[in-house]
């Protein structure tokens, strides 16, 4: 795909080194000490949640040669963007979806049309074959007025206009974190409520924020 994009031959071999760099063995080892390391120090910590954390480590996946991007370059960004540009092309131009995002691998469609959603998903299906790829098992069809849809971190909600609230999953670990702060057993405090006021921010979240008194948290 990028060599009938790009014909600068010293340009696309700075791109395949970028892509093939995971395939290096050093890096998968670099990440299983950087697991034994973290997953011992939960191990001998006193937090409430480090089996579940711990768990969350063991499932932290390693490169597979020849396959994927590696994870934290810009460059994996764009060529991640890039590498559904033509599907972007096929459900705009070819299924005539007028409104649909995406954002790396997370894709939505908006139509009012159920059976005709249900013909554009096979459509779909057919064209990522040809890549290779398939959809996870969380692609569905839903009514986002009613159910609403997770997306970049936040659940949509589309009723007279655009709704964002806190995933409940988000919302659970938010309010046990506080819950840990005011107890003193969470470091750094202060960086984690940082953290959930610029998340909650982008979204219609204040008064889930405002129930919880900061000054005395971090007191």
């Known amino acids: 795909m990028l060599k009938r994009k790009i014909k600068d031959k010293k340009y696309l071999d700075i791109l395949f080194k970028i892509i093939d760099s995971t395939d290096s063995d050093y890096v ?5 000490k ?8 939960l191990k001998n910590s006193n937090l409430n949640d480090k089996d579940k954390r711990i768990d969350e480590i063991n ?4 490169y597979k040669k020849g396959k994927g991007l590696g994870i934290g ?10 590498y559904l540009n033509d599907l972007d092309h096929f459900i705009k131009e070819k299924l005539h979806i007028k409104y649909y995002i995406r954002y790396q691998d997370d894709g939505i469609l ?6 005709y959603l ?3 998903l096979d459509e779909i299906n057919k064209f990522v074959l040809d890549y290779g790829l398939c959809l996870n098992d969380k692609t ?3 009514n986002v007025s009613k159910e609403g849809v997770d997306f970049i971190g936040f659940r949509f909600y589309i009723k007279n206009k655009i709704i964002l609230k806190v995933r409940n999953n988000t919302k659970k670990r938010f309010k046990k974190q506080m819950k840990l702060i005011k107890k003193g057993k969470i470091e750094n405090g202060k960086n984690v409520v940082a953290s959930y006021k610029g998340h909650f921010k982008l979204g219609n979240c204040y008064h889930l924020f405002k129930k ?7 007191s």
């Open 118 to 120: 249900k013909y554009c």
């Open 59 to 62: 499932r932290i996946p390693l």
């Open 212 to 218: 919880f008194d900061f000054k005395k948290i971090l």
């Open 140 to 142: 569905k069809i839903i």
């Open 28 to 32: 998968n080892e670099s990440i299983i």
């Open 34 to 41: 950087l697991k034994e390391k973290e997953i011992n120090y």
């Open 73 to 82: 370059n810009v460059v994996s960004q764009i060529l991640a963007i890039f």
């Open 110 to 115: 908006l139509e009012y049309d159920k059976e």
